[in-house]
């Protein structure tokens, strides 16, 4: 299967197979309008399963968190949108000079289409204006669909850590 290059656009998979015209992903930030979008995806129960932290988080709650991260120049969110309809979510928070700790969800009904290595493979290049040379990401060893989307858009497994408790495989991309 061919693998998803940079700027090739989407696969013919899925939605875009249904579509009319070739569809696009692309990126816009996010901002305190997709509040409950985020709180939705964060509380599905598959991304729950996935997270470290598998608490449910009320609305408000997460209202207030994103309110936080939005004015964080250390963190930049990121909504992936297809067509009109966004559909995935990334958020890059710096973690040293340079390297950004990478978090991304996909909506529910958009999984398995290849959005997320899409999203991996087309992530900014800075956060808050500083450049970004290392990405890092940790994400438990059951998640499947999770590690092979990260592999298919380059990253590389470098360590294995606890965290929360639980067992964490840590993935990282650099860049040239
Ligand atoms: C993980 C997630 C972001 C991946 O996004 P996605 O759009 O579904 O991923 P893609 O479609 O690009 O790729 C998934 C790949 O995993 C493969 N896959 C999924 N489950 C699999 C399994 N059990 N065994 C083997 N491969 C599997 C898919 O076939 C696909 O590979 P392919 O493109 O070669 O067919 C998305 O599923 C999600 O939001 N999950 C819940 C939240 C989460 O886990 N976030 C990640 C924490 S960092």
Excluded at 105 to 132: E, F, N, Y
Excluded at 153 to 171: D, Q, T, W
């Amino acid at each position: 299967m061919a693998l998803p290059l940079p700027n090739q656009g989407f696969r013919a998979r899925g939605f875009m197979i249904h579509s009319t015209r070739r569809l696009r992903p692309r990126w816009i930030a996010a901002s305190k309008a997709d509040g409950t979008l985020i709180w939705r995806w964060r509380n599905d129960p598959e991304a729950r399963r996935q997270s470290f932290s598998q608490a449910r988080f009320g609305l408000r709650h997460s209202m207030e968190w994103l309110g936080e991260k939005l004015l964080d120049p250390r963190c930049a969110i990121l909504m992936a949108v297809v067509g009109r309809r966004k559909l995935g979510q990334a958020r890059l928070e710096l973690i040293a000079p340079a390297a950004a700790q990478v978090s991304i969800s996909v909506a529910p009904q958009a999984r398995g289409r290849g959005l997320g290595t899409w999203m991996l493979s087309h992530l900014p290049r800075s956060v808050g204006g500083k450049p970004i040379r290392r990405y890092v990401a940790e994400i438990k060893p059951g998640n499947v669909a999770s590690v092979v989307a990260f592999v298919k858009a380059g990253f590389e497994f470098s360590a294995r850590r606890r965290r929360r408790g639980e067992e964490a495989c840590v993935l990282e991309k650099s860049l040239t």
